[in-house]
Every structure is written in C-alpha cells, then in structure tokens.
C-alpha cells in the first residue's frame, strides 16, 4: 500500500511539473481545467506552402447527373487545433494521457486518426505531452493532408500542391475568412508603398490589399477618391483601382469617416432604386415623389400627389396618342433628311440635348 501510495504521489508531481514547464513556454495558450490533470492548449499548426482547400461538395448535379466542381482556394493560415489532455493516475508510469485534437476544419474521422497518431508517440516513463505539441504544430498539417489524398474520396494519388478537404460551406468560408484575416495581420507588420499616391507608409496606414490582383492603397487615397465620387455625384459602387473587384461596404466601413461613408451608401442606394424598371419622379414642383410604374406604359402616377403625367414629356397625362413633346416633322432636301421643326418645350429640348 505505501509503495502503491509513493507511486501516486511520484506520479501528481511528475504530471505536475510537465503541467509547469508547459506553461511556462506556451502561457495564456494553455487553459488548466484540474491543476495537473485536466487541461487544453491552443495551437496554431504549420501548413505546407501553396495548400489548396478543397470544398467536396455531397449532392449531385441534377442536370447531368454529375457531382459538381469542387470549390478551392489557396490558403496559407488555419485556424488554430485545440488539444485536449486528461492524465490517468499513473501516468506517464504505465498510461498514455487521454487525449483529443479538435478544430473547425478537423472533421470526427481525420480528429480519431491525429489522435491515435498521437498516443503511438508514448513511451511508459516517458512525459509525452511537449512531443505531442511539436508534433501538432510541425507535422499534423502535412500527415492528414497526405492522408486524404491517398484514399479514394481524397482526389487521387498525390496532387501538388497539396489539399485539404472540407465538406460543408460553412467549414470553406470560415477557413478563407481566418487565412485572409491572419493574411492582413502579417500585412500590418511590414511597411509598403501605395500604388495610387506612391509613399512608403506603415502597414496600418493602409487598407486591406485587394482580393482579386492584390493592388495596396493607402487609407487617405481611399478617402479621396470615395469623396471625390460622393462630390461629383457618381452613384455607382466603388472598386478597386487595378481591377474591377468591387469594395465591400463592410471594408468601406472600417476606413472611411462615418459622414461620407454615409454619404456614399446614400448614393448608391438612390442609383439602385432609380435603376428599378418603371421607377419615375413626380414633376410636380414641391413633389418629386419616386413612384414607380409600368415600363410598358407612358402614363406614371404620383403615389404622393396622384398626379398623372407622361413619362416621355414629364407634362400632365394626354391619352394614349403620340407624345407632342417627341413629334418631329421631317422633309426631303438635298437627298438628306433634315428635321425643319421640333418641338421647343423644355422637357424636349434636355432630352435632345442630352441624346446628342
């Protein structure tokens, strides 16, 4: 009973300074549950360079009876593989720890088989739990990767560059998500130069480099340009310099003051209104009312005012004849058609000019 008692005891202090000297090289990435029994450690994992995720997509096509394409993109960040660890008493004696490997991108079956890789690595009287750690953030990337890609659902024997695979939506936009987010921290490390204005400026005078070509512009030349849209009236959406990868209002938020970010989704959400077909102004003075209409009609009503008019003269509505505001009398002379009078209304005349 004593010895079995001393081996216990021998045991805790062991699991105990493991539990210390952990804690001492990884910190606030360690979470204790029992002290020096019961913890998980958050790891960030090396991933081999150029990783294709690969989204596999379960349902068929049901046109061609084909499963669709696949869905990639190259990542260089995961998010982080979280370790869990259970010491029975006698370890690390005569027991492996109790151990689980999860993440976001970690599906049940890849999770079991890290996990068993994981305790082949004990050897009795041996801590494990620094080893199991190395080996997460060096080689449990690269391991699964060529794991999937040997068995028949991975995609064939050894591609390059090497794939990982996810089966649901979710799992691909949070991954693309967390590699572009850890992409631009790296980004906000490292001075650059703007390729609108040309200075050398601090990662975070800049906004985030553009999706689609990868073009870096300052934060004051988006400024400018989005204030020189909203002051020369220009109501379509703002895009990239290089390319025509459209801004997200989401990223338009973060680096633009709040009044002219306002100013500018104003903008925008007019000039998509008026693009509604049918969509219309009352032209009555004092109205304006946007109302919207038939396309196939001439005749608009005033949802403010009910006034009918005519789409083509903006004048009080004349029936279903030809619009006097678009009569034209032609004539023949010279072998050339020349207009000898049109009508002189002011509605006309803008029309006519803004056609030529």
């Not at 967390?178 to 906000?188: G, T």
């Not at 800049?206 to 300052?218: A, K, M, N």
Request: aromatic share 8%; net charge negative.
């Amino acid at each position: 009973w004593l010895v079995h008692s001393w081996v216990h005891v021998q045991m805790a202090s062991e699991q105990e300074e493991e539990l210390e000297t952990l804690t001492s090289i990884y910190g606030d990435k360690i979470t204790v549950i029992t002290q020096g029994k019961e913890y998980m450690v958050k790891l960030e994992s090396h991933i081999p360079s150029a990783l294709q995720l690969v989204l596999k997509r379960q349902t068929l096509d049901v046109a061609r009876q084909l499963p669709p394409e696949p869905k990639s993109a190259q990542i260089a960040h995961l998010s982080p593989v979280s370790l869990y660890v259970r010491c029975p008493p006698d370890y690390p004696a005569l027991r492996h720890p109790e151990c689980h490997i999860s993440a976001p991108w970690l599906d049940p079956e890849l999770a079991a088989v890290a996990s068993k890789k994981l305790k082949e690595r004990f050897a009795p009287g041996n801590v494990v739990v620094f080893e199991w750690i190395c080996y997460i953030q060096e080689d449990l990337v690269s391991d699964l990767t060529k794991l999937q890609n040997s068995t028949p659902n991975g995609g064939g024997s050894g591609p390059s560059p090497p794939q990982l695979f996810v089966r649901s939506n979710s799992q691909y936009d949070d991954l693309v998500a967390c590699d572009q987010q850890h992409a631009y921290m790296e980004f906000l490390q490292s001075a650059h130069t703007c390729d609108v204005c040309f200075k050398e400026l601090p990662g975070e005078s800049f906004c985030e480099p553009c999706g689609g070509c990868h073009v870096v512009v300052c934060k004051n030349c988006l400024i400018q340009s989005c204030k020189n849209r909203v002051d020369s009236g220009l109501t379509t959406v703002m895009k990239c310099v290089n390319c025509d990868n459209i801004l997200s209002d989401i990223m338009l938020s973060r680096f633009l003051p709040t009044e002219l970010f306002s100013r500018y989704t104003h903008l925008v959400e007019e000039s998509q209104l008026d693009s509604i077909p049918g969509m219309v102004y009352c032209p009555r003075p004092g109205c304006s009312q946007r109302t919207v209409s038939d396309p196939k009609e001439n005749l608009a009503v005033c949802s403010a005012c009910s006034l009918p008019f005519c789409k083509l003269c903006r004048q009080v509505y004349h029936g279903t004849g030809p619009c006097p505001a678009l009569q034209k009398v032609w004539s023949f002379q010279s072998g050339d058609l020349r207009i000898v009078s049109e009508p002189t209304s002011k509605a006309w005349s803008e029309r006519r000019d803004s056609a030529r």
